[in-house]
């Protein structure tokens, strides 16, 4: 394997050096080759894909074909950053075979590098069971988009003393259960830097505050391409949904007013 090509044990590998790791979300070909070529390290085929990709409300009827599709496309551009692909609502929950069977063909059939599935304690024995067949597996805890209706809405989680131990206990095991590195979400910084401080995997934040190993964001949030909503701890790089407006409003104008296509560009004058 190409020594410059990110995997599981170089995240672990950063961490040790305290190197911040940096991830974003990814969801086709495109994507993958941008996220290559800009030195991010990580592309997470994120399940946010049912949302900003496929206008569902919730991520929660994304399908294993869905998963599928989208991160062979991203894994055809990214060569150099590791493919995490997220594995979809009740690809995981129902029994641990499934879950086994799913996250081998998610490997298998997209390219994926490593999986991510949500969840602590009560999916310990399948993370167990799905790095004993040689997958890296990525977990992530706090606000799991999964279980949106249980938490009623996207909300912060372990803002309370019981829930923070709650949470401390889930990401001890996923370590425990050898878990490569763990996404903290939603939940108050203090608590973020804590866990970070304990665990000796890496912790990829989103909205955890500054001190965790690595961070996430949802691509189409920090190039302003969402626009149902935008958490507030999102930094925005860029405004596409407004130039792309613009660009298709110039295009329309365009070809009604007769000034697209060019006569001289189509050689036919
Ligand atoms: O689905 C996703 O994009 C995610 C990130 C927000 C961590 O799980």
Redesign the pocket.
Same mark, same amino acid.
């Not at 994120?46 to 894909?49: A, F, K, R």
């Given at each position: 394997m190409d020594k410059s090509k990110i995997t599981a044990p170089s995240l672990l590998e950063m961490k040790t050096r305290g190197e911040k790791i940096s991830?974003l979300?990814a969801y086709d070909y495109a994507w993958g080759r941008l996220i290559d070529e800009s030195g991010i390290d990580v592309a997470?085929v994120?399940?946010?894909?049912g949302m900003v990709v496929l206008g569902y409300e919730t991520?929660l009827m994304v399908t294993m074909e869905d998963m599928i599709r989208h991160c062979a496309a991203v894994a055809r551009g990214a060569k150099r950053a590791l493919v995490v692909a997220?594995m979809p609502f009740m690809s995981y929950q129902v029994n641990s075979d499934d879950a086994l069977r799913n996250a081998g063909r998610l490997m298998q059939e997209s390219g994926a590098g490593a999986v991510?599935l949500?969840g602590g304690g009560q999916v310990a024995d399948v993370v167990g069971k799905i790095v004993d067949a040689g997958i890296p597996v990525m977990g992530?805890v706090g606000l799991t988009?999964q279980s949106v209706h249980q938490f009623g809405g996207f909300k912060m989680q372990g803002k309370d003393a019981q829930n923070a131990d709650r949470i401390r206990i889930e990401a001890d095991a996923l370590q425990q259960a050898g878990a490569f590195a763990v !996404?903290l979400?939603a939940i108050p910084a203090q608590l973020a830097k804590e866990i970070t401080q304990t665990l000796t995997i890496p912790t990829?934040g989103?909205g955890a505050g500054p001190d965790c190993d690595g961070f996430?964001? !949802?691509t189409h949030d920090m190039l302003g391409m969402y626009d149902k909503f935008v958490p507030s701890f999102v930094k925005q790089y860029a405004n596409l949904w407004q130039s792309t407006l613009e660009a298709f409003k110039a295009y329309d104008a365009d070809v009604k007013q007769l000034r697209y296509p060019e006569r001289k560009s189509t050689g036919q004058q």
């Open positions: 991830v979300t997470l994120g399940d946010s894909l991520t997220d991510k949500e992530h988009p !996404v979400e990829i989103i996430v964001t !949802v």
